[in-house]
């Protein structure tokens, strides 16, 4: 049974940026390249091609689209968010295309899923309060176009590989 997941990884100009921030903040920094999550970790025993197929036909008629982001906030669990300014109604239609078939009884529904890119994880209300404070000041504003999305398998030490992509 692999464990397995569904990401956009953008492709930013100014993408260092967003780098420095998660090597302070991220744990995961060093192990998957940033990202906006459309199927959060499941564990099946489904094959790449049938996954494959899936996300096929479940992106069947999708376009690519613009993608902004820009502007840190918090979350109650102190997690570091980097906001969607544009593109959120697409990740949206993306996240509920692929939650449907085999993918439907993964769907998390205690939380609504709000797109974003995680830029850090903290462990205690000083070091998030401590992250917040840094940045404050971080305006930068990051813009693409969303052409594809990424299967991955997350690998025993967190690390991901790639299992396949599909265009949109």
């Given amino acids: 049974m692999k464990k397995r997941a569904i990401h956009i990884f953008p492709r930013f100009t100014n993408a260092e940026e967003i780098d420095l921030l998660r090597q302070k903040f991220d744990p995961l920094a060093g192990l998957i390249p940033f990202h906006l999550t459309l199927v959060y970790p499941f564990e099946s025993t489904m094959t790449a091609e049938e996954l494959q197929a899936h996300c096929m036909e479940a992106l069947r008629g999708c376009q690519p689209f613009p993608l902004t982001l820009q502007g840190i906030t918090g979350t109650p669990e102190w997690y570091l968010f980097l ?8 990740i949206i239609d993306l996240h509920d295309r692929l939650y449907s078939g085999p993918l439907r009884r993964f769907l998390y529904r205690k939380v609504t899923y709000i797109p974003h890119l995680t830029v850090g994880r903290l462990h205690n209300a000083e070091a998030f309060e401590a992250a917040l404070d840094a940045t404050q000041a971080f305006e930068h504003t990051f813009t693409c176009q969303v052409e594809e999305i990424t299967v991955e398998v997350i690998e025993a030490d967190e690390s991901s590989t790639v299992e396949g992509t599909v265009r949109l």
């Fill in 83 to 90: 906001n969607v300014k544009q593109g959120n109604d697409g």
